[in-house]
């Protein structure tokens, strides 16, 4: 592709949760200059399925390490999530038509192929709605910049699954989404919008990151417009101290905290 840059590129997982992205993304940008063109669709991993429940395991749970005890708890919490999202945002929508696709491992976002594909798509905007990182060179590809939705108000709970830190820090009045700018820190580039959620007593990390993404659905395409448009407002973030976290923070103790805390 020639010319100027114009139009849009997101990259997302294919998930049901990227799909419905496109699907918006696609709609709120159909009546202007600047399309959606192009999708990088990141695969997951498929989810283990969970185990039959056999008569008589229950003597030898003490047997089953706290590993998988913990990883089957949050699996269904996850499922739970997952059909509450599916409830309130409808069935899954194909990616949309017209654009170009390019499905690709988490392995494949930042290489040489992948750089070279998008910038044949000479888009303006590069979108992220639940990516894997991305290298200097992928954040530099188009003019606007890249635009980012992270699950918690920033500055605050920086890095992966803000929602399990906010749950097992007791710590939900930090709640919500960050639609930001993306530089070469972790979740600390300008943010454009915030939308807050009001999490009660009792929920659980998974249901939380559900209604994020619900919101995220409104939220991301409105900030594209703006951004497009010109009339976004950028704003700073404040230095903060709080670490960024990390998947491999996750461990089967921190599960153990959390799950618990929802008990409670």
């Known amino acids: 592709m020639t010319g100027a840059p114009s139009g849009v590129a997101l990259i997302t997982f294919d998930t049901a949760y990227g799909h419905h992205m496109a699907q918006r993304l696609s709609q709120a940008l159909a009546d202007g200059d600047d399309p959606l063109r192009a999708i990088l669709a990141v695969r997951t991993k498929a989810p283990k399925p969970a185990q039959r429940r056999v008569p008589g395991l229950h003597r030898l749970r003490r047997l089953v390490s706290l590993r998988d005890r913990m990883a089957h708890r949050a699996w269904q919490l996850q499922r739970r999530a997952d059909a509450a999202f599916a ?88 709640a919500g989404l960050t639609v930001h700018f993306v530089d070469t820190g972790v979740d600390s580039g300008d943010i454009v919008l915030q939308v807050p959620q009001r999490a009660a007593p009792g929920d659980d990390p998974w249901l939380m990151r559900s209604r994020n993404q619900l919101n995220a659905l409104d939220a991301l395409p409105r900030a594209v417009r703006a951004v497009l448009a010109g009339t976004a407002t950028r704003r700073p973030q404040i230095p903060t101290r709080e670490r960024a976290y990390r998947f491999s923070d996750i461990t089967p103790q921190a599960t153990r905290r959390v799950i618990a805390r929802v008990r409670r």
Do not use: K
Not at 106 to 133: C, F, K
Not at 144 to 161: K, M
């Open 87 to 174: 409830r309130a945002a409808g069935p899954v929508p194909a990616w949309p038509s017209g654009c170009a696709l390019r499905p690709c491992s988490r392995g494949q976002v930042n290489d040489a192929a992948t750089l070279r594909w998008m910038r044949e798509r000479n888009v303006r905007l590069l979108v992220l709605a639940g990516a894997p990182i991305l290298r200097a060179p992928m954040i530099g590809i188009a003019p606007l910049g890249v635009l980012n939705v992270h699950s918690s108000l920033l500055p605050h709970y920086r890095g992966t699954r803000a929602e399990f830190w906010q749950v097992h820090n007791g710590d939900t009045d930090r």
